[in-house]
């Protein structure tokens, strides 16, 4: 099965990494994996004023901060991934990017905020699951 993480760092990303090391017979490593780590674009008046090479460090050295610890705590557990670092908004690259992919399933971690908490916030999860034409199990 090709499997599309989508990771961000923060501790629901931890949460869905447990649920993975706890479900190797289901996500073990006889699986492919990419993780998937999408980026806020930066305005171009911004980008403009930093310049293309000081922005394209910053986002570089941002996705590994994310990517480098998930990659390790993959390897521990026998799971090699492929990395990729996507700009645009979070809930339609990861829609996007599991299809155009062929991914056989997108598993994220989730907020779980209430139905209230995404009116007014909004959730990745929730542009995900509206877009992706991809099975999704979101881990809370």
Same mark, same amino acid.
């Given at each position: 099965?090709?499997? =599309? $993480?989508?990771?961000?760092?923060?501790? #629901?990303?931890?949460?869905?990494?447990? #649920? $993975?090391?706890?479900?190797?017979? $289901?996500?073990?490593?006889?699986?492919?994996?990419? $993780?998937?780590?999408?980026?806020?674009? =930066?305005?171009?008046?911004?980008r403009a004023a930093l310049g293309k090479d000081v922005v394209d460090t910053f986002m570089r050295e941002e996705a590994e901060k994310v990517l480098a610890p998930i990659s390790k705590f993959l390897l521990r557990h026998g799971i090699s991934a492929k990395s990729l670092v996507k700009p645009g908004m979070a809930g339609e690259v990861i829609a996007k990017t599991a299809e155009s992919g062929k991914f056989d399933l997108v598993i994220m971690g989730s907020h779980g905020h209430s139905a209230i908490g995404n009116l007014v916030m909004g959730s990745v999860a929730t542009q995900v699951l509206a877009h992706c034409k991809v099975p999704v199990l979101l881990v809370r």
């Open positions: 099965m090709k499997i =599309l $993480l989508a990771v961000d760092g923060s501790a #629901y990303t931890k949460h869905m990494l447990a #649920y $993975l090391a706890t479900h190797e017979a $289901l996500y073990g490593p006889q699986n492919q994996f990419t $993780l998937l780590t999408v980026q806020a674009p =930066l305005p171009s008046r911004a």
